[in-house]
Every structure is written in structure tokens, then in C-alpha cells.
């Protein structure tokens, strides 16, 4: 089972409690000597947590500290150390804002932050898709009108995942989720899939459930990129109040995915005349995660348009700030293709840990520049 806390304060817990029933009665003039040893026995404890932490793979074991039934993944020597840990990723929030730790229930009315000078913008009041109740692991809850979802909420043994309630079909779609809890454990993926996963499949079992067969895709919290069972370096790693974006174009059958905002890369091509849903999964207890915005665009001359505008001014926050047109116009842009405007492809240094398939670099989302947004696609064996 997933852990709430860490090796560390069971085992330094589990000491004290001992000696304290154990000793008191005998305690007298000696106590500086016990306090002495009793910290000791809490650094000693201290060490073999982290030490098991870290090299919990190593012995068949997930990183957790709990045994996998799942089957042994291979070694991969070219990736780079990004490995799952039950310590929480820190320093990956998009902003600085103090509303991370959101309460577990929203209210029915649409909340936004009412935060300074918070920028994740939860505007939106509308979105086109939600979690679907229908169709997700029995480890889940769903609150803030099913757009916010919970995993584990009081321990896990196992991976549970759910998918959006409507299928991406035909065009140009956007969301972005949030990390709303502590990041850690075995796993927690952002990713889309078919209606053939099968969502419930590992809830006895810790693994990376999106990517591990040919019907999803999915990207890591450690920033590895899975698909087929195949896995490559992606991403840096994101944490608690990253925002994960993710862009599905069934015209040009791309899936390019963001990380706060920037663009990291394209991770799949010739996804053109296949059905796909928005799905997350988790393996760590008492996490969670909401979608903060949810699009859908035909593949029309206007949002052509549009995102050629946004290529020849990739450098502002919003291209609308900058084109001189009438309030009214503005105002329908924004509604129809804000995402699309404000997308942020910045420039990205090429992966040398990563294979690359052959495909036309106009397809990809990030621009046309060859160095802009360097183009990553799953490894397929």
C-alpha cells in the first residue's frame, strides 16, 4: 500500500514508542545517556529510510517501500536517474500562490483562486469535458462538479485511473490538469487513451498504467514518457501545482504535451481516424488532480489562422494584447480560441536521450522552427 508518510516517522515512531514503555520506569540520573541514544537510533532510522528510498528498485520492491505483483519492467541503461520516489516532488508549481493544498470538497458553485497574485487561472466557467463517473477504478471520488479527482482517499494498493466522460473526436483539443496533492509513489500520469483500456485492470497492482500497452500514452511525474511498454525522457519532473497541458490534433494526428505553459514536445504522430480520452492515473494514496481547462476547436480556417498568429508573436502572453482589432472581435477570439493564442512554445535544447521518428516537422504544435520545441515521439519496438 501507498504510504501517507515516510519511512523515516514509522520506523523513528515505532522506536520511540518502545523505549518510552520500556524505560520510563527505570529512567533515574541516566537519562542524558538515553537521550543520547535514543538519537542515534532516530539518525540510524533516518539513513535506512532514505537508503531504501533510493534504492528500492533495485531489490524488486516499488520506491514506496511496498512489494509489486506487477511484472518486472526491463532496464533501460540511457535513462537518466528521474526514478519514482515516496518523497513528494517540490519546486515544480506553475505559480507561487498559497491555494495548492485545496480542500478535498468544492462547493457546487464554480470556485475560483482568491489568492494575490495568483496566476494559474481557473477562470473558466465552461468546460467541455469532465471526469467521467461511469467510467473509472473503484479508488476514486470525484468532487468540484467532477473536475477534480481524488485517488486513494484513506490508503492504496494499487494503480486506479478514470478518463474524461466525452470521447476526443475530430478537431483541436486542449486541457490542462493540475497537480491539487503531494506527487509521489510509484506513479502519477497525465495522458489519453482508447476505450479499450481497461481502467481498473492494476487497482491490485502499483504500475504506470497509461503507456503500458498500444491503446495509451501517457507522461510520468518523473518525466518519462510511456507507450507499448516502452519508455524514453521526456520532461523534467513535475510536482504538486504543476499544470500539465496537453494538446491532441486529429488533423495532423499529434499529441504534444505542456509543462506550466511551456511546451515540452511532441510525444506521438499519425493519430489521425482514432478515438481517444483525456485519462490520469495514480498510485499514491491521498492524491489528487483537476482539470482547470477543457477545449474542443474545429480544424477551421479561423483557428489556422489563429495559430499562425500566435507563431509570428510567440513572445507575448496573450497575441490578442498586441493585434489591433475591434473589442467586439477580441472578445469572440478569446472565447473560441484563447488557448490557442496564448499557447507557449518556448525553445527547446534537442534530447540526446531520446529516438525520434521520421514525420514532417509542420505537423508539430510548437511552430515550424526547427528549434523551437524539439520534437519527442515514443520509442516503438
Known amino acids: 500500500m501507498e504510504p501517507a508518510f515516510t519511512m523515516g516517522e514509522v520506523i523513528r515512531n515505532s522506536i520511540k514508542d518502545y523505549l518510552s514503555q520500556n524505560t520510563m520506569a527505570r529512567r533515574t540520573r541516566n537519562s542524558r545517556a538515553w537521550h543520547f541514544v535514543l538519537s542515534g537510533v532516530r539518525r540510524e532510522a533516518d539513513a535506512r529510510a532514505v537508503a531504501l528510498a533510493s534504492g528500492a528498485h533495485g531489490w524488486g520492491y516499488d520506491s514506496d517501500g511496498q512489494h509489486s505483483d506487477s511484472d518486472s519492467e ?54 467541455e469535458w469532465v471526469w467521467d463517473d461511469l467510467n473509472k477504478s473503484t479508488a476514486t471520488l ?3 462538479d467532477n473536475r477534480k479527482v481524488n485517488f486513494h482517499t484513506e490508503y492504496s494498493c494499487g494503480t486506479a485511473a478514470i478518463r474524461g466522460n466525452k470521447e476526443l473526436a475530430e478537431g483541436q483539443h486542449f486541457w490542462e490538469i493540475k497537480m491539487t496533492s503531494p506527487v509521489y509513489g510509484t506513479d ?8 479499450d483500456v481497461n481502467l481498473d485492470k492494476y487497482r491490485h497492482t502499483f504500475c ?31 510536482g504538486q501545482g504543476s499544470i ?13 504535451f505542456f509543462k506550466n505553459r511551456k511546451c515540452i514536445g511532441v510525444a506521438a504522430t499519425k493519430l489521425q481516424n482514432k478515438k481517444f480520452y483525456p485519462m490520469v492515473c495514480s498510485t499514491a494514496a491521498k492524491s489528487s488532480m483537476k482539470v482547470i481547462r477543457s477545449c474542443t476547436s474545429y480544424t477551421s480556417l479561423q ?66 522552427d526547427a528549434e523551437a520545441c524539439q520534437r519527442k515521439r515514443c520509442r516503438r519496438t
Open 303 to 368: 483557428y489556422l489562422c489563429c495559430y499562425r498568429l500566435r507563431q509570428l508573436l510567440p513572445n507575448y502572453v496573450d497575441t490578442l494584447e498586441v493585434l489591433p482589432l475591434p473589442p467586439g472581435l477580441k472578445q469572440v477570439l478569446h472565447n473560441k480560441l484563447g488557448w490557442v493564442l496564448s499557447m507557449n512554445c518556448s525553445t527547446l535544447k534537442p534530447s540526446t536521450s531520446s529516438s525520434s521518428l521520421s514525420g514532417s516537422d509542420s505537423d508539430s504544435s510548437c511552430g515550424s
Open 208 to 238: 504506470s498504467l497509461l503507456g503500458k500497452d498500444e491503446d495509451s500514452w501517457g507522461l510520468s511525474y518523473t518525466g518519462l514518457l510511456h507507450h507499448r511498454g516502452d519508455k524514453m525522457n521526456f520532461s523534467s519532473r513535475f
Open 142 to 144: 470525484l468532487t468540484c
Open 188 to 195: 502519477m500520469m497525465v495522458g489519453i487513451g482508447t476505450s
Open 74 to 127: 526491463p532496464e533501460f541503461p540511457s535513462l537518466s536517474p528521474s526514478i519514482p520516489s515516496a518523497i513528494p516532488v517540490t519546486g515544480e508549481s506553475y505559480c507561487n500562490c498559497e491555494n495548492q493544498n485545496e480542500t478535498p470538497y468544492c462547493s457546487s458553485l464554480h470556485t475560483i483562486h482568491h489568492v494575490k497574485d495568483c496566476q494559474c487561472g481557473e477562470e473558466d466557467e465552461y468546460f
Open 244 to 256: 500539465i497541458g496537453v494538446h491532441l490534433d486529429t488533423w495532423h494526428g499529434t499529441l504534444t
